[in-house]
């Protein structure tokens, strides 16, 4: 994998590193004009924070919600989510509606010092006022936690850099409809490239890890804290080409999003806390809407990367042995049993990373959810050696008219 490819954010990211000094406020929810909080925005803040998935990346394991302390492996160290509970000490107690505002806006602390893009300010940027007023209004009602988490990586205390990086990718500004296109579409850019930030994981980045924009949702790679070890994962190609969503239909990405399963696929890694904590919870009607969007992308375009049938033909035996009853012969999967493995985006990723993990240490359903459709995959860690994972990866590439460069079993000993 590509050291300049391995972007950092887990989908969801809302990383206010070394976020204190300042102005500061009274604590406690935003009042309406009779001093009672004011529900509506409270819930509208609720939802956005939904859309956001703060949830995911600010509890760490058997910590509060939303009191930080989630490590996120960067090439520059690791930045741990920061407290953003109301308390006044270690949270965001003593924040302002305006400090968030420039943090989501602007991408800048209280004291106006620069944040490290690995919290997505260039997708939150597209808040309006009034949203991220809702989100602060959210934000004071959820239960304060006094907790500190662990200090960043040593790097993230120089900020000068941060300058010339938004200099070069940065550009702030609020969501403006495009009037070509429908208040569905425009609902859905809006979801996706704002609070879903969902380019942070499917765009590829480049060597000072900015999204690289001429190959926006096409597809990229992260690394994940999964377990006990920081594992590579890929993040599947989002455009409807044939080796990204070109298969799905609109009603399948809006069942996925909902459930963690459609017609072409089931959610497994990463994904499932995006599925649980984000997705499932916005309405039939945004999902449809991000789905209509993700459809009217372009394709991507994609060389003529082939397994040789030499290298596709070793990994039959395996299949045969020990996928095809639940995928089938022919790679179409079957009601109850296993989802298509045929025009799957994991299988014919760029990089290889999650169909590797999904062999490696199985898949399960998003938590609390059903996933409906499809059974589980268990996993072949200690049942198939490096050499044969590779060669069932590489069988899945080369059959059922799916691509992709071979996989080789360094690849699959860098994933274990």
């Known amino acids: 994998m590509r050291a300049a490819a391995r972007a950092t954010l887990a989908a969801g990211c809302l990383v206010l590193a070394a976020c204190s000094g300042g102005q500061s406020g009274a604590p406690g929810a935003v009042p309406s004009a009779d001093g009672a909080p004011d529900a509506a925005r409270v819930a509208a803040g609720k939802y956005l924070a939904a859309a956001g998935n703060c949830l995911s990346c600010h509890t760490r394991p058997g910590g509060a919600p939303f009191a930080g302390g989630l490590p996120f492996p960067t090439p520059l160290g690791t930045v741990y989510s920061t407290n953003i509970t109301p308390d006044p000490a270690t949270g965001i107690g003593a924040w302002t509606a305006t400090d968030l505002r420039r943090a989501l806006q602007q991408g800048r602390n209280r004291s106006g010092s620069h944040l490290f893009p690995v919290f997505p300010y260039t997708a939150f940027t597209k808040f309006s006022d009034a949203e991220v007023a809702a989100l602060y209004a959210y934000l004071r009602t959820v239960p304060a936690a006094r907790y500190v988490p662990p200090r960043n990586g040593w790097m993230f205390a120089v900020r000068g850099p941060v300058a010339l990086w938004n200099a070069l990718y940065f550009r702030p500004g609020r969501f403006v409809p495009d009037p070509a296109h429908t208040t569905e579409w425009n609902r859905g850019?809006?979801?996706?490239?704002?609070?879903?930030?969902?380019?942070?994981?499917?765009?590829?980045?480049?060597?000072?890890?900015?999204?690289?924009?001429?190959?926006?949702?096409?597809?990229?790679?992260?690394?994940?804290?999964?377990?006990?070890?920081?594992?590579?994962?890929?993040?599947?190609?989002?455009?409807?080409?044939?080796?990204?969503?070109?298969?799905?239909?609109?009603?399948?990405?809006?069942?996925?999003?909902?459930?963690?399963?459609?017609?072409?696929?089931?959610?497994?890694?990463?994904?499932?806390?995006?599925?649980?904590?984000?997705?499932?919870?916005?309405?039939?009607?945004?999902?449809?809407?991000?789905?209509?969007?993700?459809?009217?992308?372009?394709?991507?375009?994609?060389?003529?990367?082939?397994?040789?049938?030499?290298?596709?033909?070793?990994?039959?035996?395996?299949?045969?042995?020990?996928?095809?009853?639940?995928?089938?012969?022919?790679?179409?999967?079957?009601?109850?049993?296993?989802?298509?493995?045929?025009?799957?985006?994991?299988?014919?990723?760029?990089?290889?990373?999650?169909?590797?993990?999904?062999?490696?240490?199985?898949?399960?359903?998003?938590?609390?959810?059903?996933?409906?459709?499809?059974?589980?995959?268990?996993?072949?860690?200690?049942?198939?050696?490096?050499?044969?994972?590779?060669?069932?990866?590489?069988?899945?590439?080369?059959?059922?008219?799916?691509?992709?460069?071979?996989?080789?079993?360094?690849?699959?000993?860098?994933?274990?």
């Open 189 to 416: 850019a809006f979801l996706v490239q704002g609070p879903g930030h969902c380019g942070a994981c499917h765009t590829p980045r480049n060597r000072l890890l900015a999204e690289r924009a001429d190959r926006a949702l096409q597809g990229g790679s992260l690394q994940v804290l999964t377990g006990d070890r920081v594992r590579g994962w890929s993040a599947v190609d989002l455009t409807p080409g044939p080796r990204g969503l070109g298969a799905w239909s609109a009603a399948d990405l809006a069942r996925y999003f909902k459930t963690g399963a459609s017609a072409r696929a089931a959610s497994f890694g990463p994904m499932n806390e995006v599925i649980a904590n984000s997705l499932s919870q916005l309405s039939d009607e945004d999902l449809r809407a991000m789905a209509v969007y993700l459809k009217s992308l372009p394709p991507r375009a994609y060389g003529e990367e082939r397994v040789p049938e030499a290298l596709a033909q070793a990994g039959a035996g395996v299949y045969k042995a020990r996928c095809e009853k639940c995928h089938g012969g022919s790679g179409r999967g079957g009601m109850f049993s296993g989802p298509p493995l045929a025009g799957s985006a994991v299988v014919q990723a760029e990089d290889p990373s999650s169909l590797v993990n999904a062999i490696l240490v199985g898949s399960d359903a998003p938590e609390s959810l059903s996933s409906e459709s499809w059974e589980t995959m268990p996993a072949y860690a200690s049942l198939l050696d490096d050499g044969q994972v590779a060669a069932v990866s590489n069988y899945l590439r080369a059959n059922w008219g799916n691509r992709g460069a071979p996989v080789t079993a360094r690849m699959v000993r860098a994933q274990r």
